[in-house]
């Protein structure tokens, strides 16, 4: 993702007027460095981002997951708790990760923990 700026109009716009968080500079954070990803994903899980902005947040979800890797996304969503491995799993399962299973096999592993719930 070279422009965060690119399909955020939606995710951005409804996460200043309903959770007062600038999304950009958190997606931008989370490209950036482990601790800016950190604190994007436990946003996540207070987002009430929905529609369009669901759509672009499970996009930028799984982008995150392609650059940190599996084993870290992981051990990340995992420590934002039970509301954050809920909302970020739901929004990867929504974007349809292809063959996620195989591909994703820990951050797979957080559905059936988010399913015994």
């Given at each position: 993702?070279e422009?965060?700026?690119?399909?955020?109009?939606?995710?951005c716009?409804?996460?200043?007027r309903?959770?007062?968080?600038?999304?950009?500079?958190?997606?931008?954070?989370?490209?950036?460095?482990?601790?800016?990803?950190?604190n994007?994903?436990?946003?996540?899980g207070?987002?009430?981002?929905?529609?369009?902005?669901?759509?672009?947040?499970?996009?930028?979800?799984?982008?995150?997951?392609?650059?940190?890797?599996?084993?870290?996304?992981?051990?990340?969503?995992?420590?934002?708790?039970?509301?954050?491995r809920?909302?970020?799993?739901?929004?990867?399962?929504?974007?349809?990760?292809?063959?996620?299973?195989?591909?994703?096999p820990?951050?797979?592993?957080?559905?059936s923990?988010?399913?015994?719930?």
């Amino acid at each position: 993702m070279e422009n965060p700026s690119v399909g955020c109009e939606a995710a951005c716009s409804q996460a200043k007027r309903f959770d007062k968080y600038d999304y950009h500079s958190g997606l931008v954070g989370a490209l950036g460095s482990r601790q800016g990803f950190g604190n994007f994903i436990r946003y996540s899980g207070r987002s009430t981002i929905m529609g369009a902005g669901a759509d672009e947040q499970a996009c930028h979800l799984y982008t995150l997951l392609l650059k940190w890797g599996d084993e870290s996304f992981a051990q990340t969503v995992a420590s934002g708790g039970r509301k954050t491995r809920e909302r970020v799993i739901g929004l990867l399962d929504y974007a349809a990760v292809t063959n996620f299973k195989k591909r994703f096999p820990k951050t797979y592993g957080l559905v059936s923990q988010h399913e015994e719930l």
